[in-house]
């Protein structure tokens, strides 16, 4: 296996991720810019926009022979972002594809950063992924 996810001992409280990611491997693949809304007049909600951007970033991994067990960090940007209150709905659109696209329990290494826009009003969360392969 090119990822292994750890904890170390000291590293924070209880989150959704991994804190650590190992890997070895000589080809990375970088995927960005994966967005979930649907049109403006039927954006979704957030959790419906985190599942499809997830499944968006699936469909890049695969396109590179990837699969989430190769990635070794995950960034989410999210507008509108309220605090933690909003965890939960995000989680509930992490928990809709998980099994579908082979998400482990708890995701690699991840930052969630709330931003004021994206590059369309509609839009909620955008993804990136960064993989690594044998």
């Not at 209880?14 to 070895?24: G, I, N």
């Not at 959790?47 to 960090?73: H, I, M, S, Y």
């Amino acid at each position: 296996m090119a990822v292994q996810l750890l904890d170390p001992v000291g590293l924070g409280t209880e989150v959704p991720y991994r804190h650590v990611a190992v890997s070895r491997g000589t080809r990375q693949v970088h995927v960005a810019g994966q967005i979930g809304a649907g049109s403006p007049e039927a954006p979704g909600d957030l959790a419906d926009q985190v599942a499809e951007a997830l499944r968006n970033v699936g469909r890049g991994l695969a396109g590179a022979g990837a699969t989430f067990a190769d990635v070794v960090r995950l960034t989410f940007y999210v507008t509108e972002w309220e605090g933690s209150h909003q965890l939960p709905e995000f989680l509930a659109g992490v928990d809709r594809v998980r099994a579908e696209l082979g998400i482990a329990e708890s995701l690699p290494p991840a930052s969630l950063i709330g931003v004021q826009i994206l590059f369309e009003p509609h839009v909620r969360v955008e993804v990136e992924a960064t993989a690594v392969l044998d």
